[in-house]
């Protein structure tokens, strides 16, 4: 089961490029990301996704290129880049969401914003962090833990039974999460919360927790 909003592996490489771009500055922030290259999120949209028409991937203005590597100091080869480890961001900083995961219920809106803060060199490697509120991850997460995330990018790198903030269409939420035929299930730390499954087709991103900072 792929839960990626987009099949990154079919991509073209400068597309995959592109993209893998955009889930290290703003942890597949489409939006965020399309704000910070100075294009309309539709054009982003178009790019991810095969022409219905042919089941091509469009191919990337040299516009778009420019734009890219501008803002971000980069050069053209910078498209040509055969592996992932040479996308990574070199600049030290993560993004932080401001965003709460809801660690009790799903929300009902997504809202996120963010800003950069300096790598935390005491965790694992991570994309970004965030907040959690709620008590349903207690004892092990605690309301108001700062969660460090790797976003997921291929399904068969999830790790069963570890914990997981999700982004879903009703919301973020974090919890430890199992395969299921209908989609992920999402089970609760503390016993008084009810597993539920989300639907696979209502799943935005998956992200591993890979540390946390407690204040």
């Given at each position: ?18 993209y893998l771009l955009m889930m290290d500055k703003t942890a ?12 309309r999120q539709q054009t982003l949209t178009r790019l991810f ?120 269409d009703q919301g973020i939420v974090v919890k430890r999460i ?38």
């Open positions: 089961m792929r839960i990626a909003k987009y099949d990154y592996e079919a991509m073209p490489r400068e597309t995959r490029n592109l597949g922030g489409q939006t965020a990301f399309a704000q910070e290259i100075g294009v996704r095969p022409d219905p028409r042919n089941g091509r991937y469009p191919a990337i203005s040299p516009d778009i290129k420019e734009k890219v590597c501008r803002h971000y100091g980069l050069d053209q080869s910078f498209f040509l880049a055969e592996t992932e480890s040479s996308l990574r961001n070199t600049d030290q900083t993560r993004p932080r969401i401001d965003q709460t995961a809801s660690a009790g219920k799903l929300t009902e809106e997504i809202d996120v914003s963010y800003e950069r803060y300096p790598v935390i060199k005491q965790l694992p490697d991570y994309d970004f962090t965030i907040l959690v509120k709620g008590d349903s991850m207690e004892p092990e997460i605690k309301s108001g833990d700062e969660l460090a995330c790797r976003v997921v990018t291929d399904a068969s790198f999830i790790q069963w039974g570890k914990v997981h903030v999700l982004d879903t199992y395969d299921d035929k209908d989609g992920l299930k999402c089970v609760s730390d503390n016993p008084k919360y009810l597993p539920f499954t989300v639907p696979k087709d209502q799943l935005r991103s998956v992200c591993l927790v890979v540390g946390l900072v407690r204040f």
